[in-house]
């Protein structure tokens, strides 16, 4: 099969590189497609020879990734059936991990992410508040076993960390800024006041650029930037939601999303 094979499914994310960590023995889409080519050949030296690599390293490999996660490849003795390779019951619930996660990479690539920089003011448990341009906003925090879409593992924050905020406009609800919305009501953790800046109409799904913080409150929402300060949020919404709203650039609205949709990523030294 050769090398282009072997790159597709980590291509197929979108952006970066999925990857899961377990004891700090990464698996990746190259130990995906190994586990899958002994599954397909029913040998390791089968696999072996369509990736184009040698038996030994892809033993080698196979043997590292047991030690962190379990038997995943069992072996059985030549006989009168033969001898080959198949793979085990967790080696294919680790493939279906990877194939989550590669999913969730491939959908994560194709949503608008608004970013905003903050430091960490509190820590409670997996979430944290962050200190940010427009106000405290909360999100999830901590490693949990897999790697971004870096291939970097999310380590945990303590408090005076500069963090980045990153939220996915497909987790932001958008309502009539007159259309009071009780803070008792929903489980949405971070709410905003704003002003959409700019509206980008798709055939079903619009999205739109809503400026907050003093861009917002000053009115200045003059660009699909977010106004003079720059600072905006995205998020998604149906041509229909936006109808039934009657919803227009310049209109203030509220804007509001769960700390559980939030990502906090530390930020490089």
Same mark, same amino acid.
């Given at each position: ?137 909360? *999100?999830?925090?901590?490693?949990? =076993? &897999? %790697? @971004? $879409? ?6 945990? /924050? #303590? !408090? ?52 907050? *913080?003093?861009?917002?409150?000053? =009115? &200045? %929402? @003059? $660009? ?6 720059? /600072? #905006? !949020? ?36």
């Amino acid at each position: 099969m050769g090398e282009p094979t072997e790159s597709d499914p980590d291509a197929a994310a979108g952006r970066g590189r999925a990857a899961l960590i377990e004891d700090g023995v990464e698996f990746d889409g190259r130990d995906a497609a190994l586990l899958r080519a002994v599954d397909a050949a029913g040998s390791v030296a089968g696999a072996a020879a369509d990736l184009g690599r040698s038996r030994a390293r892809a033993l080698s490999r196979i043997e590292d990734l047991e030690e962190a996660y379990g038997t995943l490849v069992e072996r059985r003795r030549g006989g009168e059936g033969g001898g080959g390779s198949r793979l085990a019951a967790s080696g294919r619930a680790l493939l279906d991990r990877y194939d989550r996660l590669q999913a969730v990479l491939a959908a994560t690539a194709a949503v608008p992410e608004t970013v905003l920089d903050g430091t960490v003011t509190a820590v409670d448990g997996e979430l944290a508040v962050v200190d940010t341009p427009v106000g405290e906003l909360s *999100g999830l925090h901590g490693g949990g =076993g &897999e %790697a @971004d $879409d870096s291939g970097d593992d999310r380590g945990t /924050v #303590a !408090v005076g960390d500069a963090v980045q905020v990153r939220i996915g406009a497909d987790a932001v609800t958008v309502n009539d800024a007159a259309d009071a919305v009780d803070p008792d009501a929903t489980s949405a953790r971070n709410r905003l006041n704003g002003r959409i800046s700019a509206v980008d109409p798709g055939e079903t799904v619009s999205t739109l650029r809503i400026a907050v *913080g003093a861009a917002a409150d000053s =009115g &200045e %929402a @003059d $660009d699909a930037e977010g106004g003079s300060d720059g /600072v #905006a !949020v995205a998020a998604l919404i149906t041509a229909e939601s936006i109808e039934r709203l009657g919803l227009a650039r310049g209109d203030p609205v509220s804007i509001r999303w769960k700390a559980t949709a939030t990502r906090l990523v530390p930020q490089a030294e």
